[in-house]
């Protein structure tokens, strides 16, 4: 294709051609020079989701006329030049147009630090604007159990749009109209609950402002907190440790497992705990049922159960497989019923005093508390669910900044005992590593010499293996992402694919990118791969864990042996599955 020598800011550079000004752009950022420091501004431009920025705000001077940047090519001798007057204006008057739109409640709005809008607004000089709701509000749509919709804060750059029908083949939000007189509305009228909604909340991860954001239960948690009546105990899942930091201007990418524990201990809980444990309980279950589908003749390939975006998916788009998934309750779920059975004896506390309240990277984990047959010990397995960006949020109300919290601290035992093979669950392709360490010692006998399943790992939509026990072969997939999901059933249906075993979760790259993990701007998505980065986190978390397969796990052994019995037996199924319904 050849390359391209152009100018931006003065400064030269040779790059691929055919490529756009505000790709090019991002290439220099790698560069350490001084045009390092002003990004060309986006809003509604996402790497992966939406590749035009229309918002007026993209914008950059070539030879004397102000060009969109989102769309135009670098040609050769290109001079471009970022921050002219004329690009300034052009900027100012984009983000005064979108403004006068937006309802400008910042106070109170969760996205308040992380919303793109905000910065710009600050950047660009629009500080003495009053904080004033619009006075011709349109109704907020709060039918969801999960997500919050408030149309007046939208600057309709498409960007939940694009997500949800291309990356998650659901298409439960859509628009009517043309630039900035679209109206953004889900696909029923009778709200985004009444769509087929799976509640991955990958609109609220890719959307700039507070136009779609989680429901907020943090008073839920500060309200049981302070009631004196009732026993709080949180629970956090693998991939919060892997994104809380982002939100205390930690790196990318930096484990803060113990600084959780340490927090959520300041923060009032009676008990913290750590999902690995119930991660490694669903491994323990889940490596039964499918040994005893592949031994029984039962229906096969059998698909993971942990994601309640995709057993919401399979619910609405594949009634008919509904069989194929296993009847495991998610880790998180799990864990609860135990809490409210097995630690409520042990401690000797009611288990209707039993607030469980679960830190999950995950918006459907909201959804999936309320489920019929979610209450194994004859309450609900779990009372609240928040999210990462909620738990940030409740720290910083409580003045308890994670940069200082001993880095060390320890979750509670006996259910803070995790295993390494718990702690990638929060990667896609963890559940399905974690499961083969234990499916192929079960079904051999024999102690693995490898406990990586390098295949399944990566950032890849689609992974395949094919693992040999005793001479039979197992052959896996995990997929993540629904479209993915969508596209690897599709196979399956038509007898192109012959696997035992499916990992399919809803976000891609897994829960380290759920709906409800710190907000990146569109600039460090563009450069990073944030997903991977944090996975990356998890996966050395695991290769330092002193015990790195499920059934090795001396708390999983303890409880079997003292509470449980049997995996797959009656105690199990009773706390432990679950069961679903055609939508
Ligand atoms: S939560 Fe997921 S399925 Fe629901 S509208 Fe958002 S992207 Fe679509
Ligand atoms: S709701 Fe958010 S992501 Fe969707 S169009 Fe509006 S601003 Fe963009
Ligand atoms: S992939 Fe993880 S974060 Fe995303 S919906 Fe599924 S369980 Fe939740």
Redo the contacts with the bound molecule.
Sequence with gaps: MGNVTFKINKYEYTMKKGITILDASFETMKFAKEYLQQPIPTLYYLKGVTDIDESGVCVVEVEGKVVNASTTRVKEGMEILTNTPAVMAARKEALARILANHNKSCLYCLRSGSCELQELLHEYGFTDEPELPKTDLQQLDLSSK??ARDNNKCIKCKR?IN??AKM?A?S??TAWGEGLDILVT?ASPKG?AA?S????????AVCPVGA?TEIDNTDAVKKALDDPDQYVVAQVAPAVRAALGEAFEFPIGVDVEGRIAEALHRAGFDKVFDTKFGADLTIMEEAQELIHRIQREGVLPMITSCCP?WVKYAEHFYPDMLDHISTCKSPHQMQGAIVKSYIAANEGVKKENIVMVSVMPC?AKKFEITRDDECGAGVPDVDIVITTNELAKLLKEKEIQLEAMNPKAKFDDPLGQGSGAGVIFGAAGGVMEAALRTVVEKLSGKTLEKLDFTEVRGMNGIKEAAVEVDGTVIKVAAASGLANANALLTRVKAGEADYQFIEIMACPGGCVNG?GQPHQPAAVRALNNVPALRAQALYQNDVCSQVRKSHENPAIKEIYAKFLGEAGGERAHQLLHTSYVVR
């Excluded at 509640?199 to 609220?204: A, E, K, T």
């Design positions: 999960v997500l939940c997500v949800c998650q659901v439960a939000i889900p985004l769509s909604c799976v509640n991955c909340g990958q609109c609220v779609l975006g918006t709906g």
